[in-house]
């Protein structure tokens, strides 16, 4: 099922499966978020949660009971209920499940995404609360794909991404398999700007921590068009695209939390999380970003 906001910029449609946006077009009709070739890669706008990236041996166990997952989390992969939709926002809710507690994640939960269009800007609101009787930990970040080129006039390298201040990102290192190796190296120092390329993303995504920018965006050089995320408050910072040539598309990734490392222990109580919730407590994030097309 789809639901749809509409603004005199904007149109977004959001799917209950994975409460994933599938869809932005502008007043003329451009469509900004990719459109999820499969040969390329075939999703928008995933929710990753509860947990970001890789896990060893994709498994953890809790209790004595082992449980085999799957990267990024579940929640992009399952139907999310439709609360609300009405002229301001659209509301889904995820909540835990006895199959999704046999399967995939023995915890209760439940999961909320509120999706609102203002102006130019998408907000949209994840928030995590814990009905259990333990404390719930989890890992969450968001996943946004844009299309690129905005036209076809322009090509790859008609676009950088850019910081509001110069910066000198620590890139958390996560190759070959995806799991954080122990590694941290500089990329780009005292730089504002990082130049697209076909070839910027032959070793993947880079994971930079250490950020002082509000914003994190992706720039057309000749006409200023933009798309542009506030990141504050999110501790990592990730850009990645498929890998094609072409690149077809770039992502914008605002995570509260890392993929596990190599080394990490089995037990899930024993990894680090991006947030510890107590029973009856929640707690909300919000990756806002504006465009301008």
Same mark, same amino acid.
């Given at each position: *099922?789809?639901?749809?906001? /509409?603004?005199?910029?904007?149109?977004?449609?959001? +799917?209950? %499966?994975?409460?994933?946006?599938?869809?932005?077009?502008? =007043?003329?009709?451009?469509?900004?978020? !990719?459109?999820?070739?499969?040969?390329?890669?075939? /999703?928008?706008?995933?929710?990753?949660?509860?947990?970001?990236?890789? %896990?060893?041996?994709?498994?953890?166990?809790?209790?004595?009971?082992?449980? $085999?997952?799957?990267?990024?989390?579940?929640? /992009? +992969?399952?139907?999310?209920?439709?609360? /609300?939709?009405?002229? $301001?926002?659209?509301? *889904?809710?995820?909540?835990?499940?006895?199959?999704?507690? #046999?399967? !995939?994640?023995?915890?209760?939960?439940?999961?909320?995404?509120? @999706?609102?269009?203002?102006?130019?800007?998408?907000?949209?609101?994840?928030?995590? #609360?814990?009905?259990?009787?333990?404390?719930?930990?989890?890992?969450?970040?968001?996943?946004?794909?844009?299309?690129?080129? @905005?036209?076809?006039?322009?090509?790859?390298?008609?676009?950088?991404?850019?910081?509001?201040?110069?910066?000198?990102?620590?890139?958390?290192?996560?190759?070959? $398999?995806?799991? %954080?190796?122990?590694?941290? &190296? &500089?990329?780009?120092?005292?730089?504002?700007?990082?130049?697209?390329?076909?070839?910027?993303?032959?070793?993947?995504? @880079?994971? *930079?921590?250490?950020?002082?920018?509000?914003?994190?965006?992706? &720039?057309?050089? +000749?006409?200023?068009?933009?798309?542009?995320?506030?990141?504050?408050?999110?501790?990592?910072?990730?850009? !990645?695209?498929?890998?094609?040539?072409?690149?077809?598309?770039?992502?914008?990734?605002?995570?509260?939390?890392?993929?596990?490392?190599?080394?990490?222990?089995?037990?899930?109580?024993?990894?680090? =999380?991006?947030?510890?919730? =107590?029973?009856?407590?929640?707690?909300?994030?919000?990756?806002?970003?504006?465009?301008?097309?």
């Amino acid at each position: *099922m789809q639901a749809v906001l /509409r603004n005199e910029f904007f149109t977004l449609t959001v +799917d209950t %499966l994975g409460a994933e946006a599938v869809s932005l077009k502008n =007043a003329a009709g451009e469509e900004v978020l !990719w459109q999820a070739d499969p040969e390329v890669w075939p /999703r928008h706008a995933p929710i990753l949660f509860p947990w970001t990236g890789e %896990l060893p041996q994709s498994s953890y166990s809790h209790k004595g009971k082992t449980y $085999h997952v799957v990267k990024q989390g579940f929640a /992009r +992969d399952v139907e999310h209920t439709l609360v /609300r939709v009405d002229e $301001h926002e659209i509301v *889904m809710e995820l909540r835990s499940s006895p199959e999704l507690k #046999e399967t !995939w994640f023995p915890f209760e939960f439940v999961l909320t995404s509120m @999706f609102r269009l203002e102006g130019k800007t998408i907000h949209h609101t994840l928030t995590v #609360e814990n009905p259990g009787q333990e404390e719930l930990r989890f890992g969450i970040g968001f996943h946004p794909a844009f299309n690129i080129p @905005f036209d076809d006039c322009h090509t790859t390298e008609d676009y950088e991404f850019r910081f509001d201040q110069p910066e000198s990102p620590v890139i958390i290192d996560a190759r070959p $398999h995806g799991l %954080l190796s122990g590694r941290c &190296y &500089y990329q780009w120092k005292n730089t504002e700007k990082i130049q697209l390329t076909d070839e910027l993303f032959s070793n993947d995504s @880079f994971c *930079m921590a250490g950020l002082r920018t509000k914003t994190l965006g992706i &720039y057309e050089k +000749d006409t200023g068009r933009h798309i542009v995320c506030n990141v504050e408050g999110f501790p990592y910072k990730l850009i !990645w695209s498929a890998l094609a040539k072409p690149v077809r598309f770039v992502c914008i990734e605002p995570w509260h939390s890392l993929p596990s490392a190599e080394n990490d222990p089995q037990e899930w109580n024993e990894r680090a =999380a991006a947030v510890c919730l =107590a029973p009856g407590k929640r707690w909300s994030t919000t990756l806002s970003t504006t465009v301008e097309r």
